[in-house]
Structures are given as structure tokens and as C-alpha cells.
């Protein structure tokens, strides 16, 4: 059976409830009748052989440029960036994508007895990745080839040793690039295209950049006028990238790119009922969601995350394009928006959302309020193609525990951010003129970046920006079941059950309001007609 | 009274006695090849050693019977390049010569400390030996246990290898055998690596079960007029067949051998991360089935480059 | 009179000691040596003395600890039994050339009181804080009025006090406002103690003591950057107002620190943090227990300053942070003269003047007759959890509403 698409459920009476994710568990919630579901396509069939179409990929680029091949020989200098652990998400079984990407390309490299090879992860200003990290995404052989000789690097965008300025844009702005990348005959970058907005020259002119680049892109002119960063024709922090990435073409940095999509089997087959529609759960599905929310009911919060956390997504390649980025992106998105692009007639009042165990940012870590609010705001708001699925005034409803919790390594400056510069005011233009150049700047944040595991200092600054579009359009954003003083701090309003919550919405766009869920994850893009 | 219940104290100006606790290649192994020690060993190395790589690293041995015909002392030689080597290779030995042999040790790793010492001395059978060359003392001590009698297990690369291909062989072996006339046994070991690597750049070392696989050549001796740097390299050379032979098949390998087509077990001179390339492509069969099925023939220019075998996706 | 009277009962002491342990602060005062009576109004001493009738005198932190039995055995030789706590009153005087006027006390009992001349050289130059005879004269041994046999103090109905002490409050001043002088003075003369001037201070504590150092920085040192710690949201809401730029949680105190200064930190197991290496210039202790003292070094700069404003009992702090880190750790006890930039001024004359800018009556947050003295204590030894800052007794003959603002009425019958 081919796999069956997105589609706009209406819920009458017979619809059973529906699922709603709740950090790490999930409810079902009775949705009034009227109320609209989006549900993801289904996944698309994985290729069949995947290293068999990565080598052909890589013989047969897109774009202007000869194969990968005829691009080596030896005594060059060859540097391999790849995306870092915010991809894919949950982390993907063994093998990963870029393991065999990357072993793919290592072979043609050691065929054309190419001996200077560094490998980068891409890092922005991303927490470094563990080893355990580095050896699960890139396999046991390249972490045993690389590690030990200093040959697998991670991007330090606070090294100003390793990075080169390469020049303003047409707008002014700077690109700032590492040094070894620049300096390298040839640059592969090895990217994982989950969602639309990565990949593209957002690979590099982002993930191999420093502060002094990204400021030009990640801030909140930029976001309030990107609608949405899931959409790179209409959006700023795209166009940005692009000129950014023309500059760098221009100084002559050789960029190999190399997109792969995945397809959204996202869950393992346990946890088949998060990727089932409910009336087609089968015996098995309702057993397995009774039978793990009566034990994530009495599980700690600590040991849920644990477990959670451990979920290997069977998620399959779907495509891999590799050669110009211009060519390879465009045929890269035409895969993800076969995979997520479903049909929406018209906007809604009241956008309902469960918020899952994960953000691109907490992988191995706690969901910090900070991240819940980018997860809610940032990615599922803008998950749309055209006009936002919730009208402007209307109102947002988010299911998450939000705790009052924080990772100290990973997130240090979140915790600030939260305490001192949250407490003040929640207001994102304030926010940026007042407080970002400190928290930029402060040595203790860099020193964690740079040797430890932390996100960058200003990191949770760009998190609060990735909401400027859904702060500005929506009038009110609720949390169900969220920590109170949390919420309230992130400047929602706490609610304790959807009911509630809808009720408070009502408050603001009127009686009856027509109400959407976003049946996510796995993720979905609605294309609102 | 008090000095009766401490230690005295040395007075100024006089020298200490030197210490009768020698360490490095002047500790005396004598002690732990005495009866009693030999029966406490030998029952250590049969009922933990040897379940524990039985369990571990699950060996799978070849060629012992070549081992099994011969009588009285040889001297094991052995690829190194990890710390399982010498328990797995013990472990590989015919019981009967396990607990007649000794373990060339380097001394200035396994015999720097006293208590180091005595517990080598005493669990490995090892004597000390200096690593890079030969020392008199030292080959004295292993010729007169040869001649008395005892096997020697002794790697003659002088250490771990630092990345997992052989180094060259120092020539201790081949003047031992020159010098006692005792046969040399070839072997080659191979995954030990896998379960217990050499610890990297202060990287935890992590114990993972695997399989490992010991290979024992032919006995070898000198030929007449042969000097021990020709046989050094000789045994080197019979070590990298037996290599060459658990990548490949026997019959592959004598083949090559014959041709002098033998790849060298020292590996590539390229780049760090091109030999660590090279060892793991050899290690992992299935990645060597993947890789060829994947290979384009030749290196064409790519506009020749022959059709793809599997459907351009997208169209 | 109608009098608290704290007599020298060993066992008593022992049993509050043991309850304020079990049950918490203020716990301990149904067993301990305080006790409600009616007893002789205190003779006139000498020369210069005269009776002030109270009408409000408020309970101190140094009180609730001699009343929990904790406060350090130093005291021994300079108070003297039975004695009549309370030494922050206001009042009204009966006889001499104030009479008739309303005054508040000022507590120490220096040489002029006691009747020594000449003074000591520190009551000579005005600091009568650090008077050196204290334990003499013609006095019984005593720091303070509220301490001493000889002169009664506040809780009661009546007192004597020497002319010296007195500082005549002007008419706008609620009695409220006017009990706040004492502590404020405390408090003024330690924002005169640290070198807070356009510098990174932070405030531990913030009750009655913390709240008025907030203040007096604010008015009188110009602190770059104030810092204020508070645990209970009533607290942190008037820190705010008094001036404090930061208001922090006290388990965030190091992040904090070092977030405010861009120190680097040591961190422990699990990332989090220990202590900073940079961190504060100045911190001024208002709690003076071990854990606030050991608080206050970690996150003291190197060559920073610590100023103990909280009273101490014996505690055991590790001192190699301030040895390592040359930190200077300062006392700040009672008051004086202060060098202001217009020359030097009497602390009162200063707290005077910060009660009637900042409004610090407000925080009198309730008045207890006498008779309730033990819950007047338990409420005081859980002010800050409650919602409240000061709690005074209320001497008043009848209950005068409405002089007090933003004050708790309910608690009086």
C-alpha cells in the first residue's frame, strides 16, 4: 500500500480523541466537534539501497560540477563538514545518515590517496558533541580513523585563530567563516534536510560561522520578517544565508554540498500509536498507549527523560542530492514537501498543539521553558507555507510540563537568560538592545562553549527570536499543564487542562472560535490556501 | 624508648644501602617459576585467564597443530596491539606448553614498580625485557629458561602498535632462536584490538566482546649461514602472510606470497587517517562487500563514467 | 509596670536553646527565661536622667537570638541580669528639659551615660558604637539600653535614659516610622562601613536590617551596581523599591555573581556552580549566620569586602577563601558619626532622615501588646515567611489607628 497523505480531519462525533504530546508522555484530548486535525502524510517508502544511491548521487551531481571523484586527487586538502546532533531528531538508528555519506566520501578520498582530511562538525554556536555523539553519528570507523589523530574537529566560533573574515554581503553584513573550511580545496558539506528550513547556504554560511556572521541573520528584524523560516522563499533569514553564501562562492570557497532527506517514520514500532491515526489504532497501539502512560504516570521526571531520550527514530533516506548548493537544495526541498506538505483550506482561530520530548536543542538534555517556547512558537508556528495556520489575534494553545528546569552544561546562559533577563521583561526588542551584547560576550559562556558542553551564551537569545513571528501575530499563547511560575515567566498564561484553556481562548477571539490541531510529530507542513 | 617502637631515623651525611628490590630488566623472575607459584599460576591461567578470553573475545584458533607436533621449547612470536595479546595468546597455547612458558615483557611498562613486577612475574609468567634492544642481561635470562626447558611468548614489535597496523620486528626473537636453536612459531592475531584498543589522547578505553582470531604459522628456523637481521624479517614476512590470509583465503594468500605481492602488515605510508582507513575497511567484512558491490570500475573521466546500476531517484 | 523581664536562668536558657532547635526560631520563649510580671519601674541612675514612657519598641534579630539562647557567650561581661529587652523605642519623656516630648532612644550606654570623664577617646570622637567601658561606671554592665539592669528597656512601660540618648522626633514622624530609626541607624552606619561607592555590592538578607542597608547604600554610597537577596516574595518586592537593581533568589546567589560581575566560576559535579573567582566588590552580610558568611566568600571578589552587619553568634566558616583571596571582612555594629561629603553627621541625624525619604515605616508590619509577647516573638521569628518585616510591641495606652501607614492593624485587640 503506497503510503496515503496529509489530510484535514473534521472531528464530528464519532472521532475518538486525539493525541496529544505532553513532553514526554502524551494525553488524549476530546476535541470539540467541528475542530480540525492536520495529520502528516504517511512515510514515503525508503530508497532501497541507500549506499547505492549515495555513490550514485555523488557521481552524478547537480548543478555545475564535474562528480566528487574528478574533484579529488592527491596532496589536496579536503575538509568534511556535517550537520551536528540537532539532526536528525529523535537521533536515528545506526547507521546514520552521515556515517554513510561520509564513509562514502572518504572512500573516493582514500581511492584518490587524498592524505589531508579534516572532519568538522557544524556546529554555530551549538553545544560540542560528545564523543558517544561523534561516534553514533559518523560510526565507530571514521570516529576510530579521525579521533585519535586530532583529525575530527568541531567548529569554534570563539577561536579567532581558526576563522577568516571573508568579506561583507551587498547588505553589509560579515561572513566570517572557519579558517580550515576557507582554506581547504574543497569543502563537502553532509547535511540532513529534516525540516525546510535547513540546509541550503544556511549549511555553511550558519553552521561553520562565528557570532559577528550570525548576528546579521539571527536577530529580530530578521525573524519578524521571515514567513516563515520554513518557507526560504519568503523568508529573511534564507535570504540572508543566500547572500551570504554568493559571497562566499565568490571568494572562492569550493562547496561540495550534499543534501539527504529523510522520511518521517519517526518512532520505533512500540511507540507505533504516535504515528497512527486514531481510529486505525490497532489492539496493539491502544495496549501500548495505556500501557506507557499508566507507567510514565508513576515514572520520575528524570528517568522519563532518560528513557525517552534513549528512542532511536527508524527514520529512512528518502533522497540524496549531491553537488552545487543552489540545484541540490531546490531538489531537496521538493523531497521534504513531498514527505510533509499537506493541504490546509483557510486559517483558524485557535492553533492547538502538543509539544513533544525534544527540540533541536535539548537532545540528551532537559527542555528548558526557553525551549519549549521556540519548540511551540518557533518551530510548529511557522510550519506553514503561505499564511500561518492560526489567524492574526488569534490564539495559541501549547501542551508541555514546561518544568522550571535546566541542564547545567548544556544550557548555563539559558538559565540567566531565564532568571535575570525573563524576569525583567519578555519583550524581544528590549531583550536584544539591552541584554544580548553581555550575554554574547560574557568569557564564562565562551569558556563553556568552547571547552565544555555548553550552547553558546547568546543562544538562548536566538531562541526567544525564533518567536518574534508568532509573538507579533498571535495575542495570546496558553501552556497546558505547564509549570505555573514558568509559564508565567515566559509570559503565557498557564492553564491545567485543554478545556480550561479553550475557555481562556474564547476570552480573547469570541465564542465558537474554530479551533485546529497540528497533529505533530512527525512533522508536517501546512500549506494554507 | 620511643626510638625502639619506630623506625630509626638516618643520620645526616650517610648514604642510604642501595635497595636489593631491583625493578626494570635487573628483577629477578627466578622466584615465580618455582614449583608452588608455577601451580598457582597455572591454575589462575585455567580457571580465570582463560574463561575470561573464552567469554571475552571468543578465539578462534588456526593451525595449532603445527604447535602440537613439536616438542621441547620454542619461541612464540606475535603481531601486538593490545593488552588481550598476551592473555589471548597464552590462552590459544596447548595447555600442556601454557604452563611451561614465559612472556617477554617490556620492562620499562610491566616492571618499573616492584608491585608491578611481582604481579607480571607472578601472572604472566613474564620476564622483563628491554624493548628496542638487546640487552645482555636480559637475553641471558631468557636463553638459559630456553635451554632449560621453557617456551618464550615475545612480540617482537616492542610494543602496542599506536594505530592497529604492525610495526617493524626488532631482532630479539630471531637472535634467541639463532642462539638456543629453537624453532620460531609465527602468529598472527587479529581483533584484539576491537575489544581492548590501545586508550587513545586520555579517551576511556571501553571493553567491548568481539571475536578474535589466532593464526599459527609454521615453526621456523634460521637457515645455515643466516643472520638474525634476515630472519627477523623473514618471521616479519610470515607474519604478514598469516595476515594476509585472515583478509583473504589460504589459498589467496600463498598465491600472493609466492608473487612477493604479500601486503606489508606495517600498512601504507599515507596520512594517519588513510592507514586507519585502510585497517578498518579490512576488518569489517560486510563494509567490503557494501564497497565493492558500490564501486565503479576504473577511474574514467566522469562524463565516460559507465551507467548507473540503480535508478536516478527524483525523476 | 508591666514588663518582659529576662532573668539568669542556666536551665531555662538551655530549654530554649533546645526548643528554637527543634521548632524553629522564637519557638523557645513558652520555657525560656523571659517573663511577663509586674515589677518596679528602674530608679533614676543620676545626673541627667529621665524617664521615657514607650510607645513602640520593636523586636531585633539580636533579641530573638539572645531569646533562642543562641547569641555568643562574649556577651556575658557586658550585660547584665535581670534586664528588660527592647532597644528599639520610641517614646515619651517624662521630666528634664525634653519633657513631655517624643523622643527615640538612642541604646548605647557610653561613657557620658555612665558618668565617666573625661570619655574613652572613641566616645570622644563621637563613636559611641565603640565605647570602651561599656562594662563601668556608674551603670551596670550593658552595650545597650534593653541589656543593662540598671535602665530598664523597651518592652515595659517605662524607662530611664540619660539625656545624651534621647533624639527628639519631629511631629510628621508616625511612631512607626520613628521606631524604624534605630535599625535604620544600624544600617546607616553600615552602608559608612563598606566602600560601596560606585562599586558591585550585593546585600544578603533581607529583612529589617537588609532592607534598610538596601536603602542607605541607595541614599548615601551610590553603589554601581546593588544586588539584593531575598527569599520571600514580600521581601523581594520591597527590595526592589528601596533600590536594589538585582533581586535574586538565595540559591541563585553565585549565578548571580558572576552573571553581574562576568566572572568566570568554578563549577562541581554535574555543572553546577561553586564559586566565582571574580565576583562582588563589596557584600554586606545582614543574616551572620555560618551559611550567609560562607555565601558571602564565594562570592566575594579577590581584595573584596565583606561587612558583617547581621549579628554573629560563633560559627565555623572555612577561612581559606579569605586568606587566599585577601578578602577584608569588617564588623558593623551600632553607630556614630558619619563622614559624609558635607562633613561628618550623627548616624541618628542620617536614619532620621533615610526613614522620612524612603518611607521605612512601612515595614512595621504588626503591633502586639505586651501580653502577647509570645506570639508577637513567634510572628517576628517568621516575619519574613509571613509576609512582614518589623514587629514591634505596642506600649500605647489605647490603640491609636491610623498613624501608621500600610501597617497590619488586625493584630492589635
Redesign the interface.
Known amino acids: 500500500m503506497s503510503p496515503r497523505p496529509g489530510f484535514v480531519l473534521e472531528v464530528d462525533r464519532s472521532t475518538p480523541p486525539t493525541l496529544f504530546w505532553h513532553g514526554e508522555g502524551f494525553h488524549l484530548e476530546r476535541l470539540p466537534v467541528g475542530s480540525r486535525v492536520i495529520y502528516p502524510p504517511e512515510p514515503l517508502p525508503a530508497l532501497t539501497d541507500p549506499d547505492a544511491a549515495i555513490a550514485d548521487a555523488l557521481e552524478h551531481p547537480l548543478g555545475d560540477t564535474p562528480p566528487l571523484r574528478a574533484l579529488l586527487r592527491g596532496g589536496m586538502k579536503l575538509t568534511i563538514a556535517f550537520d551536528d546532533v540537532s539532526l536528525p531528531l529523535p537521533p536515528m538508528r545506526a547507521p546514520d545518515v552521515r556515517q554513510r555519506v561520509i564513509e562514502a566520501v572518504l572512500d573516493l578520498a582514500a581511492e584518490a590517496g587524498v592524505d589531508d582530511v579534516v572532519l568538522v562538525a557544524a556546529l554555530a554556536l551549538h553545544r560540542r558533541m560528545t564523543d558517544d555523539e561523534l561516534r553514533h553519528a559518523l560510526g565507530e570507523r571514521i570516529f576510530n580513523a579521525f579521533a585519535p589523530h586530532d583529525l575530527l574537529t568541531q567548529h569554534d566560533a570563539e577561536d579567532p585563530d581558526n576563522l577568516v573574515h571573508l568579506g561583507l554581503t551587498d547588505e553589509g553584513e560579515d561572513v566570517e567563516l572557519n579558517r580550515r573550511a576557507v582554506e581547504s580545496d574543497l569543502l563537502v558539506y553532509v547535511n540532513i534536510n529534516l525540516v525546510a528550513m535547513d540546509g541550503g547556504h544556511k549549511s555553511v554560511a550558519t553552521g561553520l560561522s562565528s557570532y559577528k556572521s550570525l548576528r546579521h541573520h539571527h536577530n529580530v528584524r530578521t525573524m519578524e520578517h521571515s514567513r516563515s523560516f520554513m518557507d526560504r522563499h519568503h523568508s529573511e533569514l534564507h535570504t540572508s544565508n543566500w547572500r551570504m553564501g554568493k559571497l562566499i562562492a565568490e571568494a572562492g570557497v569550493k562547496v561540495f554540498q550534499i543534501e539527504t532527506t529523510l522520511n518521517s517514520n519517526t518512532f520505533p514500532e512500540q511507540f507505533g500509536f504516535l504515528q497512527h491515526r486514531e481510529w486505525e489504532w490497532t489492539w496493539k497501539d491502544r495496549a501500548g498507549f495505556a500501557a506507557s502512560s499508566k507507567a510514565l504516570e508513576r515514572t520520575p521526571p528524570e528517568l522519563a527523560r532518560r528513557i525517552f531520550h534513549s528512542i532511536r527514530s527508524p527514520h529512512q533516506l528518502t533522497s540524496v542530492q549531491a553537488g552545487e548548493v543552489g540545484p541540490v537544495h531546490d531538489r531537496t526541498l521538493e523531497h521534504v514537501h513531498r514527505q510533509q506538505l499537506v493541504t490546509v483550506e483557510g486559517q483558524t482561530d485557535v492553533l492547538t498543539m502538543g509539544l513533544p520530548f525534544i527540540s533541536p536543542y535539548n537532545v540528551n538534555s532537559i527542555m528548558n521553558p526557553i525551549l519549549v517556547a521556540c519548540l511551540g512558537l518557533g518551530y510548529f508556528f511557522n510550519l506553514y507555507r503561505g499564511r500561518p495556520l492560526v489567524r492574526e489575534g488569534g490564539v495559541v494553545i501549547m501542551s508541555h510540563p514546561t518544568p522550571w528546569a535546566f541542564h547545567p552544561v548544556h544550557h548555563p546562559s539559558y538559565v540567566d537568560f531565564f532568571e535575570q533577563v525573563l524576569s525583567e521583561t519578555t519583550d524581544l526588542h528590549e531583550i536584544e538592545a539591552k541584554y544580548e551584547n553581555a550575554f554574547a560576550t560574557d568569557p564564562w559562556y565562551v569558556h563553556l562553549y568552547r571547552t565544555s558542553y555548553a550552547y553558546h551564551g547568546v543562544h538562548p537569545f536566538y531562541m526567544w527570536y525564533w518567536c518574534a513571528h508568532a509573538l507579533s501575530h498571535v495575542s495570546k499563547v496558553i501552556v497546558v499543564g505547564g509549570d505555573r511560575a514558568a509559564v508565567r515567566r515566559l509570559g503565557f498564561s498557564p492553564a491545567t487542562t485543554l478545556a480550561d484553556a479553550l475557555e481562556m481562548a474564547e476570552d480573547v477571539v469570541g465564542r465558537d472560535p474554530s479551533i485546529t490541531h497540528l497533529h505533530a510529530p512527525p512533522l508536517l507542513i501546512a500549506d494554507v490556501q | 624508648m620511643d626510638f625502639l617502637l619506630r623506625s630509626p631515623t638516618r643520620p645526616g651525611g650517610i648514604e642510604p644501602a642501595p635497595s636489593e628490590k631491583g625493578t626494570g630488566v635487573d628483577y629477578a623472575t627466578a622466584w615465580a617459576r618455582r614449583y608452588p607459584v608455577r601451580l598457582a599460576r597455572a591454575m589462575i591461567l585455567d580457571d580465570l585467564t582463560v574463561p575470561a578470553v573464552q567469554a571475552l573475545a571468543r578465539p578462534h584458533i588456526l593451525g595449532r597443530d603445527a604447535l602440537e607436533r613439536l616438542d621441547g621449547p620454542v619461541i612464540v612470536t606475535a603481531n601486538h596491539a593490545s593488552h588481550l595479546d598476551t592473555a589471548v595468546l597464552l590462552a590459544a597455547l596447548p595447555a600442556s606448553r601454557r604452563h611451561r612458558t614465559v612472556v617477554a615483557a617490556a620492562a620499562d611498562y610491566f616492571f618499573d614498580r616492584h608491585w608491578k613486577s611481582v604481579l607480571s612475574a607472578f601472572w604472566l609468567g613474564a620476564i622483563p625485557m628491554e624493548r628496542l634492544k638487546v640487552n645482555r642481561r636480559s637475553a641471558e635470562v631468557a636463553a638459559s629458561l630456553i635451554e632449560e626447558g621453557w617456551s618464550l611468548v615475545i612480540f617482537p614489535e616492542g610494543g602496542r602498535s599506536p ?1 592497529g597496523w604492525g610495526q617493524e620486528f626488532k631482532g630479539g626473537a630471531a637472535y634467541l632462536a639463532k642462539r638456543c636453536g629453537v624453532p620460531v612459531v609465527p602468529v598472527h592475531l587479529r581483533g584484539t584490538r576491537a575489544v581492548l ?1 590501545k586508550s ?2 586520555g ?1 576511556p578505553v571501553r571493553l567491548r566482546p568481539g571475536r578474535v582470531e589466532v593464526r599459527f604459522g609454521h615453526p621456523m628456523r634460521p637457515s645455515q649461514g643466516e643472520d638474525a637481521r634476515r630472519f627477523s624479517a623473514r618471521l616479519e614476512a610470515a607474519v604478514a602472510v598469516l595476515a594476509d590470509e585472515a583478509e583473504t583465503d589460504w589459498w589467496s594468500a600463498r598465491l600472493r606470497a609466492s608473487r612477493d605481492e604479500t601486503p606489508a602488515i606495517r600498512g601504507p605510508e ?5 592507514r ?5 575497511e579490512s576488518a ?1 567484512p560486510a ?1 567490503r562487500r ?2 565493492t ?4 570500475e576504473g ?1 574514467t ?2 562524463e565516460a ?1 559507465p551507467p ?3 535508478p ?3 525523476h | 509596670m508591666r514588663a518582659l523581664v529576662f532573668e539568669r536562668q542556666l536551665a531555662r536558657f538551655a530549654a530554649s536553646r533546645v526548643a528554637a532547635d527543634l521548632a524553629g526560631s522564637g519557638r523557645g520563649v513558652a520555657v525560656g527565661p523571659l517573663e511577663l510580671g509586674e515589677i518596679e519601674a528602674p530608679d533614676l541612675p543620676g545626673a541627667g536622667f529621665v524617664r521615657v514612657a514607650p510607645r513602640l519598641a520593636g523586636i531585633c534579630g539580636s533579641d530573638l537570638a539572645t531569646l533562642d539562647g543562641r547569641s555568643s557567650r562574649y556577651f556575658e561581661h557586658i550585660v547584665s541580669f535581670p534586664f528588660i529587652p527592647g532597644h528599639e523605642i520610641v517614646g515619651d519623656v517624662e521630666g528634664g528639659a525634653l519633657d513631655g516630648q517624643r523622643v527615640v532612644v538612642e541604646p548605647v550606654l557610653g561613657c557620658e551615660a555612665r558618668g565617666l570623664a573625661p570619655p574613652c577617646p572613641a566616645c570622644a570622637a563621637g563613636n559611641r558604637g565603640r565605647c570602651e567601658r561599656i562594662a563601668f561606671g556608674r551603670l551596670a554592665p550593658g552595650l545597650q539600653t534593653g541589656y543593662c539592669t540598671d535602665t530598664g528597656g523597651g518592652w515595659s512601660q517605662s524607662l530611664v535614659a540619660h539625656e545624651s540618648q534621647l533624639h527628639p522626633v519631629p511631629d510628621r514622624f508616625s511612631d512607626e516610622a520613628a521606631v524604624m530609626i534605630e535599625p535604620t541607624a544600624c544600617a546607616v552606619h553600615a552602608a559608612f562601613q563598606g566602600s560601596a561607592g560606585g562599586r558591585r555590592v550585593l546585600v544578603l538578607g533581607a529583612g529589617t536590617l537588609g532592607l534598610c542597608t538596601i536603602a542607605a547604600l541607595r541614599q548615601y554610597s551610590l553603589p554601581g551596581v546593588l544586588v539584593a537577596v531575598a527569599k520571600h516574595p514580600e521581601q523581594r518586592r520591597l527590595a526592589r523599591e528601596l533600590g536594589a537593581d538585582h533581586v535574586v533568589e538565595p540559591a541563585e546567589i553565585v549565578r548571580a555573581a558572576r552573571r553581574l560581575t562576568g566572572s568566570l566560576a568554578l563549577t562541581g559535579r554535574g555543572g553546577a556552580l561553586e564559586r566565582v573567582t571574580g565576583g562582588m566588590d563589596v557584600v554586606f552580610d545582614c543574616v551572620g549566620s555560618a551559611d550567609s558568611l560562607a555565601g558571602a566568600l564565594s562570592v566575594v571578589r579577590p581584595g573584596g569586602e565583606i561587612v558583617l552587619v547581621g549579628m554573629p553568634g560563633p560559627v565555623k566558616v572555612d577561612l581559606a577563601p579569605l586568606w587566599q583571596r585577601e578578602v577584608m571582612l569588617k564588623g558593623a555594629y551600632a553607630y556614630g558619626t558619619e563622614e559624609t561629603p558635607s562633613g561628618p553627621a550623627s548616624t541618628f541625624d542620617l536614619a532620621r532622615d533615610l526613614v522620612d525619604a524612603c518611607d521605612l515605616g512601612q515595614l512595621v508590619s504588626a503591633r502586639y501588646p505586651l501580653e502577647r509577647y509570645e506570639e508577637a516573638i513567634g510572628h517576628a521569628a517568621a516575619a519574613g515567611r509571613r509576609g512582614g518585616v518589623k514587629i514591634v510591641f505596642d506600649l500605647r495606652r489605647r490603640p491609636r489607628r491610623g498613624r501608621g501607614v500600610g501597617t497590619d492593624d488586625k493584630e492589635t485587640p
Open positions: 594505530d584498543p587513545s589522547r579517551r599515507t596520512s594517519p587517517w588513510r586507519a582507513w585502510e585497517l578498518a569489517d563494509r557494501r564497497r558491490g558500490s564501486r565503479h577511474r573521466d566522469w563514467s548507473p546500476r540503480w536516478r531517484n527524483g
